[in-house]
């Protein structure tokens, strides 16, 4: 794939994360309101249900799509997503490859929720790791913009 292809796709790949950006930060602020120690309404439970599903999404389309069309355009050797990581925290791209190891694991358990037996746990982990997950994205626009020449 040439270079204007893989600029192209991360175009793309940032351009998919800002239209996704709006509903997870909507549905983020609407759960921070309720309270985790109480008994969960249905109706918690959906909102909750949602931002985790959104949570995700914009987790998933910002690590492998974003973070892993910009390592390809700098043609690093970093096979997998630990190695795109460290990579990406190496080049000041985003501030820890732990942090995002960390949202990838929960994505991992959102996924997978059948196999959890504390959702409300889930949801405490989503809320703390959004912070963190928004700080990523919006430390990594800088490098990318300027990697792909500031098409942005």
């Not at 790949?13 to 008994?39: G, H, M, Q, Y």
């Not at 249900?49 to 389309?61: E, G, H, N, P, Q």
């Amino acid at each position: 794939m040439s270079v204007e292809n893989v600029k192209a796709v991360l175009k793309a790949n940032r351009d998919a994360l800002e239209i996704a950006l709006p509903s997870f930060l909507r549905s983020l602020e609407k759960c921070r309101v309720f309270d985790l120690e109480s008994p969960l309404s249905f109706e918690v439970e959906e909102s909750f249900d949602a931002l985790t599903s959104k949570f995700a999404r914009v987790s998933d389309i910002f690590t492998q799509k974003v973070l892993k069309s910009f390592v390809i355009l700098t043609r690093e050797d970093a096979p997998t997503f630990m190695d795109r990581m460290n990579l990406c925290e190496k080049l000041g791209v985003i501030p820890s490859a732990e942090d995002l190891i960390d949202i990838r694991d929960l994505r991992n358990q959102i996924a997978h929720e059948y196999l959890s037996n504390n959702l409300v746990e889930v949801y405490h982990e989503c809320l703390l790791l959004s912070d963190k997950l928004m700080v990523a994205i919006r430390s990594s626009d800088p490098a990318i913009k300027r990697l792909q020449g500031d098409q942005a």
